[in-house]
């Protein structure tokens, strides 16, 4: 039997997944308060939902209030976060697309239980594409230094982007820091040997 | 007999005096203007640096002392080059020449105040290119020269002997206030664009590239001592690549017949001639050459 904690605030969407578990025999939810402290340090898998913006602090307050260590934490996510955050977060194994059917949920809940990583294979590959494409730096960060790459001037790289002047300063200073040079021509110079500006 | 110092000294002076009357004040920033160069005779092209004002507010002094409200016609911050047209044809368009070499005597002309002409003399140090400049932007030639670059001299003429130009000063590009000349052949294709459209085009493959080193069966099927070339590892979706047949692991070898094996190579073949034109991409695909005709696009 494996014991699941729902961790989900909205009342709808905890009454909606209870029924979604119930047709497994082998899943028991065991509780779905945050208020009774013994039941939820049984939980083999507990399950949450989290937007990126709140992951963070919906990870740390799983982690303060599920302190056994054999629990692991599936993740619905609405959007989706990636496995470099995923990784962060470290007791959350597993994240699935909010509009998950009832099998893949049910089969995630099994493998988390194993001992098992659970993630849609767009998310799990994104670690592999994302270097590749752009390197260390931010999308943001990548429209930069192709402007760069053409010789404009701050002002116009800001005005180009729709930014500030002081942003592209900032972010042109995030680029030496990340690709480890000290001036535009090197950057330049990094970003085209990396493979991360298009021609 | 004539005195061969005084000859000499009177060739420099008619030609700064030559190169002088096409030589114009360029007022478009804050403390000491620049100079700028008469292009046509009523298009002055200038270093872009040296343009900070709104347009509107910026004005260009001729040589017999005239000031003209100019507007901003076109400016490319790449190869530091900005072109200013006038409302009156008001200018002497300046003589160009072509062929520079190493060791040639050349004078350096500013008119960055109302008080005249200045010049400086030297030899011709270097010409190289293509090379980044410290802008981050790409400059296929330059001219290095011993001439000193006095406040206000960028977007001034180098000068031969004969008061010919042979391109534009500029501090714009390089660290420290020193100069380099960007030559006519680069100056004066650039300023024609900028006349007509406003800006630069260049050139677009839509590619992502990384250095490699071609093996030696490679490069023997090449038929040429080539060390490096440069592997495709991104492709733009429909982009002019990947329409002209081009895949993900290909290694691009040459375009248009040069060879290229380093990113900055390829950035300086797709010059603004290249665009909407097919080009030969040769690839080496399974360790054999092949081309590839790409009809390149344009850099957004």
């Known amino acids: 039997m494996i014991r699941v904690l729902l961790n989900v605030s909205s009342p709808a969407l905890r009454a909606g997944l209870r029924e979604l578990l119930s047709s497994d025999k082998t899943i028991k939810v065991v509780n779905d308060s945050l208020d009774e402290d013994d039941l939820r340090s049984e939980a083999d898998v507990v399950v949450t939902s989290a937007s990126r913006a709140s992951l963070f602090r919906g990870a740390a307050s799983l982690n303060n209030a599920t302190d056994s260590s054999s629990a692991a934490i ?48 767009n998310l799990l590959f994104e670690s592999e594409s994302g270097p590749l494409e752009r390197g260390p730096l931010t999308e943001r960060e990548s429209e930069v230094l192709a402007l760069l790459a053409t010789g404009l001037a701050n002002k116009q790289i800001a005005v180009s982007l729709g930014i500030s002047e002081h942003t592209v300063k900032f972010h042109v200073s995030s680029i030496y820091t990340k690709l480890n040079v000290t001036n535009r021509t090197e950057a330049v110079r990094e970003g085209l040997r990396g493979g991360w500006i298009a021609l | 007999m004539s005195n061969p110092l005084t000859d000499f000294s009177n060739i420099l002076t008619s030609a700064a005096e030559k190169g002088g009357a096409s030589t114009v004040l360029v007022d478009a920033r804050k403390r000491y203007p620049a100079s700028g160069i008469a292009y046509a005779a009523d298009l002055v092209l200038t270093a872009d640096h040296v343009i900070t004002r709104e347009d509107g ?35 002497t368009p ?26 400086s003399w030297g030899i011709v140090t270097a010409i190289a290119g293509p090379a980044r400049t410290h802008r981050g932007g790409m400059l296929e030639k330059y001219i290095k020269t011993e001439t000193t670059p006095y406040p206000g001299f960028s977007g001034g003429p180098l000068l031969n ?10 501090s714009g590009l390089s660290h420290h206030s020193s100069a380099l000349t960007i030559p006519v052949s ?42 490096g070339g440069l592997l495709v590892l991104w492709l733009e979706e429909n982009g002019p690549a990947q329409k002209g047949g081009l895949f993900v692991g290909d290694t691009i070898a040459a375009i248009a017949g040069t060879s290229v094996s380093d990113p900055d190579d390829l950035f300086a073949a797709l010059t603004s001639g290249t665009v909407g034109k097919p080009i030969a991409v040769e690839v080496l695909r399974g360790g054999k050459p092949e081309t590839v005709n790409v009809t390149v696009g344009e850099r957004k």
């Not at chain 2, 409200?69 to 190869?79: E, I, T, V």
């Not at chain 2, 070499?101 to 960055?112: D, Y």
């Open chain 2, 57 to 91: 507010d910026i004005k260009v002094g001729l040589p017999d002392g005239k000031s003209l409200k100019a507007s901003l016609a076109g400016r490319d911050p790449g190869s530091d080059l900005a072109v200013l047209r006038l409302a009156e044809k008001a200018l």
């Open chain 1, 74 to 121: 599936l993740l619905l996510g609405e959007d989706q976060p990636n496995v470099q955050e995923m990784k962060r977060m470290t007791r959350v194994w597993g994240i699935l697309p909010a509009d998950s059917s009832a099998e893949e949920l049910t089969a995630a809940i099994h493998a988390l239980s194993q001992g098992l990583i659970v993630g849609p294979p």
């Open chain 2, 161 to 170: 002997t004969e008061g010919e130009v042979l391109g534009l000063n500029t």
């Open chain 2, 186 to 227: 680069v100056a004066w294709r650039v300023a024609d664009e900028l006349a007509k459209h406003g800006s630069v085009k260049r050139g677009y493959l839509g590619v992502r590239t990384q250095t490699v080193e071609i093996p030696e069966a490679a490069r023997n099927a090449l038929k040429r001592d080539q060390k």
């Open chain 2, 94 to 119: 300046a003589q160009t020449a072509d062929d520079v070499k190493v060791g040639q005597l050349v004078l350096a002309v500013g008119r960055p105040s109302d008080a005249g002409i200045q010049a």
